[in-house]
């Protein structure tokens, strides 16, 4: 992981141009002008701060090692948009939700994840408000009006296709929907399989519905082994020390059905690209080596209560581990600090396993 960091830290970053004249913004020549975020609470840098919900991170210690504080971010410290920006040269957008959120600051993007959101509009009730994919398309929608006082029309275009959407999200359309089969019917009416497509063509019409609206780079996460985040772990139906491997199995269906669905997209859309993230190979890798990514502990959370610590996810003021950098999990839910720098860094530079059928730097350029 050190090695990793180090070539991360020699990137020569691309500094955002984006020149303001009497109102109107021009798009320079810079790679990427601006991230659009889209998802879930592995992506939410403080949009929950401002809705109704028990989903919420902005207490101690949530944001212990990050500079800001406890901002909103379900982590230690930096999110996944932060470290893609920092490799990128793009600062992290603002969430959506804040109401400071508006004319310059959102010149470099917009991020509208809400925690225990998912695909479908259902996912995450139980939790209290959240914005939902759906929901997150209409916001963006929104930010087109702002831009259109900002920018004449061959500009804004030129903007949107040159900037990045980045959509993490699904896992919560499983965790938060179809393993609580007390709280919603879908897994009293869908086999695993079917309820995976669903998925699937429920995303393909939100992405579609994005690129009508002008975005032409696309950056779409699988969801991850969910069989072996300590919440699922700490499972009475989970082996004892092992992940839950009949949960890894069930998200299957989705991923294989997006990677199918990005190169449906790029063969409908030649103007486009889209590109899937094998979030489930590359934390899979990390928990079957952790040795080689510098990690210790991979089966309990670093902030967080009962069994494998995923029973009560992280408390307010709860005393985290002293060695979070060794833990690739930070909560019940979501990986820490440290791993998720490691699958950024993947997302940005690794080969076609990792990203498909491009990584992110090579989609920047295009």
């Known amino acids: 992981m050190k090695d990793i960091k180090g070539l ?16 109107v913004v021009e798009v320079n020549s810079q ?28 207490f101690y210690p949530y944001g212990i090692d990050y500079s800001k504080g406890n901002t909103g971010r379900f982590s230690n410290g930096k999110s996944l948009i932060d470290f893609i920006g920092d490799m990128l040269g793009v600062p992290s957008p603002p969430p959506f939700l804040d109401p400071s959120s508006v004319g310059s600051k959102i010149l ?63 896992s919560n359309d499983y965790i938060n929907n179809y393993l609580l089969p007390g709280l919603y019917a879908s897994s009293l009416n869908y086999s695993a399989p079917q309820f995976g497509n669903l998925l699937v063509n429920s995303y393909m019409q939100q992405i579609q519905a994005l690129y009508n609206l002008g975005l032409r780079k696309f950056f779409l996460a699988g969801i991850g082994p969910i069989g072996c985040i300590p919440n699922q772990r700490a499972s009475p139906l989970a082996p004892l020390g092992r992940c839950f491997d009949l949960l890894n199995q069930m998200v ?3 991923n294989t059905g997006l990677r ?12 486009s690209i889209s590109v899937y993230g094998n979030t489930y190979g590359i934390f899979g890798d990390i928990i079957n080596n952790p040795s080689a990514y510098e990690f210790n502990v991979i089966d309990r959370a670093c902030c967080g209560l009962g069994r ?31 791993a998720v720098y490691v699958f950024a860094w993947r997302a940005v530079n690794g080969p076609e396993n990792d990203c498909h059928p491009i990584n992110i730097q090579q989609m920047a350029s295009i």
């Open 8 to 23: 991360c830290e020699n990137m020569v970053l691309l500094i955002l141009m984006l020149l303001c004249f009497n109102g």
């Open 308 to 338: 494998s610590g995923g029973q009560i996810s992280c408390l307010p003021y709860q005393l985290p581990c002293a060695n979070r950098n060794q833990y690739v999990f930070w909560d019940a839910f979501h990986p820490t600090q440290s």
């Open 108 to 170: 470099n993007g917009v991020n509208y994840a809400s925690a225990s959101s998912g695909i479908l509009d259902d996912s995450g009730r139980h939790y209290g408000e959240r914005h939902s994919l759906n929901r997150q398309v209409l916001n963006f929608e929104s930010t087109l009006n702002q831009y259109r006082t900002m920018m004449n029309a061959t500009t804004l275009n030129q903007y949107l296709a040159k900037s990045l959407a980045i959509v993490v999200t699904g």
């Open 252 to 254: 299957g269906t989705f």
């Open 31 to 58: 790679r990427v002008p601006a991230l659009f975020v889209f998802g879930d609470s592995v992506v939410d840098v403080g949009n929950n701060n401002f809705l109704r919900t028990l989903a919420r991170s902005n």
């Open 260 to 271: 199918s669905m990005v190169d449906q997209m790029n063969k409908d859309h030649p103007d």
